[in-house]
Nanobody, 123 residues
Framework: QVHLVEFGGGLVQAGGSLRLSCAASGRTFSNYAMGWFRQPPGKKRELVAA????????YYADAVKGRFTISRDNAKNTVYLQMNSLKPEDTAVYYC????????????????WGQGTQVTVSS
C-alpha cells in the first residue's frame, strides 16, 4: 500500500507560479512511476506530467510543456510539480498518482491516488 498526500495548491494570478508536492509513504517509492493529474470543473481527469521510477524520464501533456516541470526526490519519497506561467485554464484539482509504469499513467490508470489539492488561477 502507498499513501499519497498533496501539498501546495492555492490561488494565484495568471502568470504566477506554484509548486505542488506529493509525499508518499508505504512501499518503495522509487519503484513507482509518479504522475500529476488534474480535473478541471465539469471535465474528466487528465494526466499533465509523469516521471519514471527507475530512470527519472519525464513526460508532459502538450498543454503544459515548457511551463510545468515534474521532479522527484527518492530520498524524501516526494514528487514535485513546478508550475510557471499559470493560466486560468490551469484551474483544477490536482492529484498525485503512482503506478508500475508511465504507460499506465498515460492511460489514466493509477494504483494509488492522493486526495487532491485545488489550484485556482485568476485572470
Amino acid at each position: 500500500q502507498v499513501h499519497l498526500v498533496e501539498f501546495g495548491g492555492g490561488l494565484v494570478q495568471a502568470g504566477g507560479s506554484l509548486r505542488l508536492s506529493c509525499a508518499a509513504s508505504g512501499r518503495t517509492f522509487s519503484n513507482y512511476a509518479m504522475g500529476w493529474f488534474r480535473q478541471p470543473p465539469g471535465k474528466k481527469r487528465e494526466l499533465v506530467a509523469a516521471i519514471g521510477g527507475s530512470d527519472g524520464s519525464t513526460y508532459y501533456a502538450d498543454a503544459v510543456k515548457g511551463r510545468f516541470t515534474i521532479s522527484r526526490d527518492n530520498a524524501k519519497n516526494t514528487v514535485y510539480l513546478q508550475m510557471n506561467s499559470l493560466k486560468p485554464e490551469d484551474t483544477a484539482v490536482y492529484y498525485c498518482g503512482a503506478a508500475e509504469s508511465v504507460g499506465r499513467l498515460w492511460l489514466g490508470e493509477s494504483d494509488y491516488w492522493g486526495q487532491g489539492t485545488q489550484v485556482t488561477v485568476s485572470s
